[in-house]
């Protein structure tokens, strides 16, 4: 049957290091990319994945591309980057040695970033010498407290003897049929590029998988952020020529007139450059993960993916109040935050593609490093005004006066005390209404009766000031 009439499906390959994912690739896939099985020299050389591989294979009238992600925790913002292009998760768990950091970060992420549909393989049943239906059930266990639930498909499969591979494609083939496949088939042609290289008599190939829109053979593109104008030469979709390709294909374009070391991974090929702003300064709207446990001060430094790219950034927090923004500080309790993220170099953002992955990279793979995912309020230019309280404190000095509390501490001299009259105070006060001698003394007021305030008591007047960010 013609491949190009099968329909494409991106399921991603995620787990902890030597669970297997790109053992079961192989035993699964029948069509290897030019960025397949750990095809990066180093991968070789270290005996583990380092880059996004691709692989495919056909199942029923689907087309089935596999991103095989790395499982090493070092390498997680690459894993990352490939969640803006697959449909589906597959999460890899050794049946040995069960649920690992590294599954939780990818469940984080997974989960964070919306992809709602996993299927579960429990690999190296050939190793495994207890009960699996009795594993199973503790995996479920495991399951039952994240969003997924403890209904979750699981299969348990041996990649080194090739076991339990057709029950695994019978369960990946349900689930299709029964999932909302995602396609803006009539929207801008919009390419994220993984991969890049020159092949002899043709010249430069990019290789992505389209998540937008359709290309055809001949079209005019532009790669963004570099603005490099060219024109499509040829299209190929597993090793086939064709004349056109749509959403959901993984594709090599042959590019007219561009030299790969101007390229790297995080540009896009398009059709229409309105798509994007190039920015460094993001309004962002965070749900925070329960399972990151550290708090987040004003200025924390993190890591955020922006389609295939991770970059830092600083990390300001805010609440707002009258149209302020106020400095916050965020304890592990805050579910949800707005901030100002600063990055430390300008990126290509699409507007379309509003959710973005937050992390903490600095911190020790041993602990959760994802924050949450991001929701894009807006791209700013300039970093917006931010702001917070500073606070003065002063004391009840007499509480006679008719026209309210004589409070001193909150100025140092009439001048002062003029700059800060019908300011409202902290509870129980209500403002400043007066002056009081020439020492900085105020007259306060308050709902409370004189009798129910005493002398010294505590008078906290907040006053608002500007602050001053720098671009990293």
């Known amino acids: 049957m013609d491949i190009l009439n099968k329909i494409p499906v991106n399921l991603g390959l995620f787990g902890h290091i030597d669970s297997g994912k790109t053992a079961i690739a192989e035993v699964i896939s029948e069509i290897i990319s030019t960025a397949g099985i750990d095809a990066h020299p180093q991968s070789k050389h270290r005996g583990i994945t380092i880059d996004l591989g691709f692989t495919s ?22 894993s990352a980057s490939s969640m803006e292009i697959i449909d ?36 190296k049943i050939d190793l495994f ?26 299969f348990a499969v041996s990649a080194k003897k090739k076991t339990g591979f057709d029950l695994l494609k019978d369960g990946i083939y349900k689930i299709i049929n029964a999932i909302d496949l995602q396609r803006k088939f009539h929207s801008s042609f919009i390419l994220p590029i993984d991969h890049y290289f020159n092949l002899k008599g043709k010249g430069t190939i990019i290789t992505g998988t389209i998540v937008s829109g359709k290309i055809s053979k001949n079209q005019e593109i532009i790669i963004l952020p570099l603005n490099l104008k060219s024109r499509i030469k040829n299209i190929e979709i597993y090793s086939e020529n064709t004349e056109f390709a749509t959403t959901g294909y993984r594709v090599g374009l042959n590019l007219k007139n561009i030299d790969i070391k101007d390229l790297y991974r995080g540009c896009y090929v398009t059709d229409h450059s309105e798509e994007f702003e190039f920015s460094d300064i993001i309004e962002i709207g965070v749900n925070k993960s ?3 446990k550290k ?19 600083k990390l300001y927090p805010y609440y707002d109040k009258e149209g302020n923004k106020i400095k916050k500080d965020i304890s592990k309790e805050d579910p949800y935050f707005k901030a100002i993220l600063v990055l430390n170099e300008r990126v290509l953002i699409r507007k ?17 490093r994802i924050i949450g995912a991001s929701n894009l309020i807006t791209i700013h230019q300039e970093i917006p005004s931010l702001y917070k309280y500073k606070t003065k404190k002063g004391r009840i000095s007499k509480d006679d006066h008719p026209q309210g509390f ?22 129980p006060f209500d403002k400043i209404i007066n002056t009081f001698g020439t020492k900085g003394s105020v007259i306060i007021s308050s709902k409370k009766k004189k009798n129910e305030i005493n002398i010294s008591d505590p008078v906290i007047l907040k006053e608002l000031r500007i602050l001053k960010l720098k671009k990293i």
Not at 300 to 310: D, E, K, L, V
Not at 354 to 367: A, E, M
Not at 406 to 427: D, F, H, T, V, Y
């Open 57 to 78: 294979f056909i199942l029923n009238e689907y087309i089935i591309n596999l991103v095989d992600a790395p499982g090493h925790a070092d390498l997680i913002k690459i």
């Open 88 to 123: 589906l998760a597959l999460v890899v768990i050794d049946i040995n040695k069960g649920p690992q950091i590294q599954t939780g970060e990818h469940l984080i992420m997974i989960q964070s970033l919306g992809i709602k549909n996993i299927i579960i393989i429990l690999n």
């Open 129 to 154: 010498h207890g009960d699996l239906e009795n594993q199973i059930l503790k995996t479920r266990k495991f399951f039952e407290s994240t969003i997924f639930g403890a209904n979750i498909p699981i």
């Open 290 to 292: 329960d399972l990151f």
């Open 295 to 313: 708090d987040i001060t004003f200025g924390t430094q993190i890591h955020i993916t922006i389609g295939m790219i991770t970059v830092s950034g």
């Open 352 to 368: 379309e593609k509003t959710v973005f992955l937050l992390s903490r990279l600095d911190l020790p793979p041993t602990t959760l």
């Open 406 to 427: 004589i409070c001193k501490g909150l100025a140092q001299s009439l001048e002062g005390a003029r700059k800060i009259l019908n300011r409202s105070l902290e509870p």
